[in-house]
């Protein structure tokens, strides 16, 4: 159980395109959804907190306007990256927590994104 | 803010040898998790720890969550090849997001 999955693996776009990843909870009602970055070598970095119908929390640092999230139900949780630039290219994590198992968070397999 | 000290950074061991990780903060934290990661994947979870002292076992890895609430360890008997990734450790308190140490690179001889 507590699968997590993302789509697409892997996405290439050019420069000023926007770019959707999504992500869903197989088997478990996700009351809460993360989104995270990470850059080669280094540690999982925040970007926003989602709950179900509720707008996202922006970690600081993070433009609202250019990933916009998205939880339109207890199983999805969509991020769009707008008019993506190179330096959006980075591997985007998704998580997910069970209202049930309250402090166990699962994670995606994520999603590779290269801006050309 | 809340920062987590893992430690070793990596570790290149041979196969059949134990390994051990842990993880401190200067705050405490009423939930440790532990996750590996290998390359090109998202984060699988290990072990969750939800009290304090607690020592819980997964097949071939133990962790335990400090009296303290500040600290945890995780330990790997009889290390595999399959066991390279990179672990993190991470700490929540009552709810709230998330706190990842940097990780932990292990490799290993066969």
């Known amino acids: 159980g507590a699968v997590v999955s993302q789509h697409p693996s892997w996405v290439i776009c050019k420069s000023g395109t926007s770019v959707k990843i999504e992500c869903r909870s197989l088997d478990f009602q996700a009351t809460t959804m993360f989104w995270y970055r990470q850059f080669p070598k280094q540690s999982l970095m925040l970007m926003a907190t989602?709950?179900?119908?509720?707008?996202?929390?922006?970690e600081q640092g993070v433009e609202k306007d250019k990933f916009l999230i998205n939880h339109a139900s207890l199983t999805l949780s969509t991020l769009t990256v707008t008019s993506a630039h190179p330096e959006d290219s980075s591997f985007y994590i998704c998580?997910?927590?069970?209202?049930?198992?309250?402090?166990?968070?699962?994670f995606g397999p994520g999603t590779r994104l290269t801006v050309t | 803010g809340q920062q987590l000290n893992q430690s070793p950074q990596s570790m290149f061991i041979q196969e059949g040898e134990d390994v051990s990780m842990n993880c401190t903060s200067s705050s405490i934290f009423n939930t440790w998790l532990w996750y590996k990661q290998d390359p090109g994947e998202g984060p699988v979870l290990l072990i969750a720890l939800y009290k304090a002292g607690e020592l819980t076992s997964n097949g071939r890895l133990t962790a335990q969550f400090g009296i303290t609430r500040k600290d945890s360890f995780l330990n790997i008997s009889a290390s595999i090849p399959s066991d390279v990734g990179i672990y993190f450790c991470a700490g929540q308190l009552f709810g709230n997001k998330l706190v990842f140490g940097a990780g932990t690179i292990l490799r290993v001889k066969s």
């Open positions: 998580s997910a927590r069970s209202g049930s198992k309250f402090y166990e968070q699962y």
């Open positions: 989602s709950n179900e119908g509720s707008k996202a929390t922006y």
